[in-house]
Structures are given as structure tokens and as C-alpha cells.
């Protein structure tokens, strides 16, 4: 007869994917066994499905929410065939992540030397954010920065509305989300000299004359001074 008093083994190889929002693993026994089921396994925020025999299983993990999802197969979770409970196993572990990332876009500010800039914070953290992604109006822009902040730059085009807005599906963050739509951001370009037409006199009336000075613009700063 053959003699075993050793406990079966178990490892449990890296987590792949996610793939169509799974992720998979190699379960493997270093014996044989046949009671080894999926309620054996302790999962962290996930489901699983379990298919295999012998000494080798795969496992298929269903995230139930963003953060951290794992497995891994307790102690005198199985036998093998001599009836050796099994030791416990390594913990399969990874971080997933279905949030798309958001985008804010703060005031802009200007216009100094003719440009206006403003700040564009991402919800998480791009390495395929450019400025070829942003929708402008009115002008052309630089943009700076990594990970979660940028400075936009922008370049007015002519007198007139400016703007500038992120559109949804631009980027993605680091787990392949596509971000959401930004707000947009504006202001009013005015790089026109205001004219001045005086009016001809009238009078004299009581010994004074009057006329009529017209601004093409408003302004808060004329004086008789």
C-alpha cells in the first residue's frame, strides 16, 4: 500500500485581466483531489465561478465593486486522496476600477499678455491626456502638466467668446475608463481700442457750450480730469 500523511499544497497564480469585467487565476493542488469546490474558496468583494479537476482549477472572479478584489483557498478547505486536509494558499489579489474619471475646469484667468489660463484636475491620474483632446472656441491653447493637473493656455483667435471644454471619452485613466464630459470654461476677449466722437458744439447759451462725446465702449474710468 501506498502511505500519505502529507497536506496537498495549494497555489494560486496571479489575477489576469480585468477581461469583460473579470479577472481569472490558476488554482493548483499539489495533489489530486476530488472535493475541491468554488464554496471553498474565501473571496474578497468579488463572486466567483470555478471549473477544473485533478490538481488544476480555474477561477473566474466577478468584481463586485471598484477596489480591491481576491481569492485564496483556506486551510482544510479539501482532501486529497488519502484524506490529507489542505494547507492554505497564497491571496490573489488586484485593484479594479470601472469608474470613469471626471474633469474639472477652473476659471479662466486673464488675460495677461494677450493669453488667458486655467487649471484642468482629473478625478484620477492620465498618461493619454492632450491638448489635441480639447474642444476650443475661438482660440488655440498649450497644455501642461501630468497625472492628475494641467495648465491650459489659451490664445484668443479674435474679439469675442473663448472657451475651452474637455469632451467625454478624450482620455483614460490607468484601468482603460474613458473620462465624462468637463464643464466648459470662458470668458469675453476684448483687445479693441474704444473710439472717441465729440459731437459739435452748441451755443453759446447763457455763455457756455455743450456737446455730445459718444464711447464705442463703456467705461467706468472717464473724467473731466
Known amino acids: ?11 494560486v497564480s496571479a489575477l489576469s485581466g480585468p477581461s469583460g469585467g473579470e479577472y481569472t487565476a490558476t488554482i493548483t493542488l499539489s495533489e489530486a483531489s476530488t472535493d475541491f469546490v468554488v ?5 474578497v468583494n468579488a463572486t466567483a465561478t470555478m471549473s477544473g479537476s485533478g490538481t488544476t482549477y480555474t477561477v473566474t472572479l466577478t468584481p463586485s465593486a471598484d477596489g480591491t478584489v481576491s481569492v485564496t483557498v483556506p ?23 470601472a469608474t470613469s474619471p471626471a474633469v474639472s475646469i477652473g476659471t479662466l484667468t486673464g488675460p495677461s499678455g ?7 484636475t482629473l478625478s484620477e491620474a492620465s498618461t493619454d491626456f492632450v491638448v489635441g483632446d480639447l ?33 467625454a471619452g478624450a482620455f483614460t485613466d490607468g484601468a482603460g475608463n474613458a473620462n465624462t464630459a468637463s464643464n466648459t470654461a470662458s ?3 476684448d483687445a479693441t481700442s474704444p473710439t472717441v466722437t465729440v459731437s459739435a458744439l452748441s451755443g453759446p447759451t447763457g ?3 455743450t456737446a455730445t462725446i459718444t464711447l464705442s465702449e463703456a467705461s467706468t474710468d472717464f473724467v473731466v480730469g
Open 1 to 11: 500500500a501506498t502511505y500519505d500523511a502529507t497536506a496537498p499544497t495549494v497555489t
Open 39 to 43: 464554496g471553498d474558496l474565501i473571496l
Open 75 to 97: 486551510a482544510g478547505s479539501f482532501t486529497d486522496t488519502a484524506g490529507n486536509p489542505n494547507t492554505a494558499s497564497n491571496t490573489a489579489s488586484a485593484t479594479f476600477d
Open 114 to 120: 494677450g493669453e488667458y489660463t486655467a487649471t484642468i
Open 135 to 167: 474642444i476650443l472656441v475661438n482660440a488655440t491653447a498649450t497644455l501642461s502638466g501630468s497625472g492628475t493637473t494641467y495648465t491650459v493656455t489659451l490664445t484668443p483667435s479674435a474679439d469675442g467668446t473663448v472657451s475651452v471644454t474637455v469632451p
Open 187 to 189: 470668458a469675453t476677449y
Open 207 to 209: 455763455g457756455e457750450y
